[in-house]
């Protein structure tokens, strides 16, 4: 279905809503590269550079400086609006928000392999009885790199004492085991796993080392994205990361 011209003199196609809804909107911001990944994984990041320019000029993408002379583009309020987007997603004021977005967004989409990241409302119209309280369900994606689909946690360390992240973990862990469906479902099957987010291999092995015998039946991943260093503020007392 392709509507009509807007008044920027842009058209929008089904191809294009896809991309705002199932990509910018679930992960709330993007790259050039991110997007080239996806969408155009056998092109040049030129096809990537002119659906920005058209989303841009039909005004349901934002940019802003990311690191370098990297970007980042999140979906305007109209975008929001008329494509029933997630809310909150128009631009981060705390770099540490901004790391944790980009983080989920490095590891499923510019990393060895892809993975889908779920949405908050989709991760309740799929996995309803797994909604802890009232906190919104962010941060998950499937995970199928083994034989049995796995439903992961992405954490991302925005420099972080790693015996901080060890009782932050911890707590996660212990409000997912005292819900039942988690419990049964999920964890003593093994079908529950984290995937931490680092600047660094070298901050992601101190990471594993305290989060050795954490809990038996839930796996730590790790992956290591150096440019994350670029988007949070000098670490204190924690120089394995620098």
């Known amino acids: 279905m392709v509507e009509p011209a807007r008044p920027s003199g842009v058209r929008i196609n089904a191809h294009d809503a896809r991309i705002l809804g199932d990509h910018v909107g679930v992960f709330r911001m993007t790259t050039y590269e991110a997007l080239r990944r996806v969408y155009w994984p056998d092109g040049e990041i030129d096809a990537a550079k002119s659906w920005v ?3 841009k000029s039909a005004g349901y993408l934002r940019g802003a400086p990311l690191y370098g002379n990297v970007r980042y583009f999140y979906p305007s309020h109209q975008a929001v609006t008329e494509f029933r987007l997630e809310p909150g997603a128009q631009g981060f004021q705390r770099p540490t928000r901004l790391a944790e977005v980009y983080g989920r967004l490095a590891f499923c ?3 060895e392999r892809p ?7 989709v991760f309740c119209q799929e996995f309803p009885e797994l909604v802890i309280g009232k906190k919104i369900p962010e941060g998950y994606y499937l995970d199928d790199s083994a034989s049995r689909r796995r ?3 992405i954490f991302v360390d925005t420099r972080r004492e790693p015996r901080a992240i060890r009782a932050r973990l911890k707590d996660l862990i212990s409000e997912r ?3 039942e ?11 529950f796993l984290f995937a931490i987010v680092t600047i660094r291999e070298r901050a992601a092995k101190q990471i594993a080392r305290y989060l050795d015998g954490l809990h038996p039946e839930i796996e730590f ?22």
């Open 53 to 55: 320019r058209r989303m």
């Open 109 to 111: 989409c510019l990393g």
């Open 115 to 121: 993975y889908r990241l779920l949405s908050p409302s």
């Open 151 to 153: 439903l992961g946690y």
């Open 177 to 179: 085991i005292g819900n």
């Open 181 to 191: 469906a988690w419990k049964h479902n999920l964890i003593r099957p093994r079908l």
């Open 221 to 242: 991943r790790f992956a290591h994205f150096p440019e994350l260093g670029e988007l949070l503020p000098t670490e204190r007392g924690n120089a394995s990361q620098a």
